[in-house]
């Protein structure tokens, strides 16, 4: 049982910058699927970004590409997103997930890919 604690969150102007950080219970060395998810408020969790921590291979959804950035430690227990250019619409809480890699659902941030859920940060990005 993995167990995920997610820290970073915060208030910041649009344009600002913040870094979440997600620490994992035990290693995630191996084949894991480790993602970051958000949920405004009144909608449904959408998926992020992910990575596959054996490969580093990353994969985002296309609202934030190019302005935000995951990745991992080398001891494979702390996820990171960094969060740069932040738009009023990047508000949420933001979740981390783990789970066993399982190929392109990792790639796509499919839900079911992951079995294991952080409790969240809330980040507001203010205009």
């Known amino acids: 049982q993995v167990q995920l604690v997610e820290s970073g969150g915060g208030s910041v102007q649009a344009g600002g910058s913040l870094r979440l950080s997600c620490v994992a219970s035990?290693?995630?060395?191996?084949?894991?699927?480790m993602g970051w998810f958000r949920q405004a408020p009144g909608k449904g969790r959408e998926w992020v970004a992910s990575?596959?921590?054996?490969?580093?291979?990353?994969y985002y959804t296309d609202s934030v590409k190019g302005r935000f950035t995951i990745s991992q430690d080398n001891a494979k227990t702390t996820l990171y997103l960094q969060m740069n250019s932040l738009k009023p619409e990047d508000t949420a809480m933001y979740y981390c997930?783990?789970?066993?890699?399982?190929?392109?659902?990792?790639?796509?941030?499919?839900?079911?890919?992951?079995?294991?859920w952080g409790q969240g940060t809330q980040v507001t990005v203010s205009s």
């Open positions: 990575i596959y921590t054996s490969g580093g291979w990353t």
């Open positions: 997930a783990a789970g066993p890699y399982s190929g392109s659902w990792c790639g796509r941030g499919d839900q079911r890919a992951f079995g294991y």
């Open positions: 035990e290693t995630t060395y191996g084949s894991y699927c």
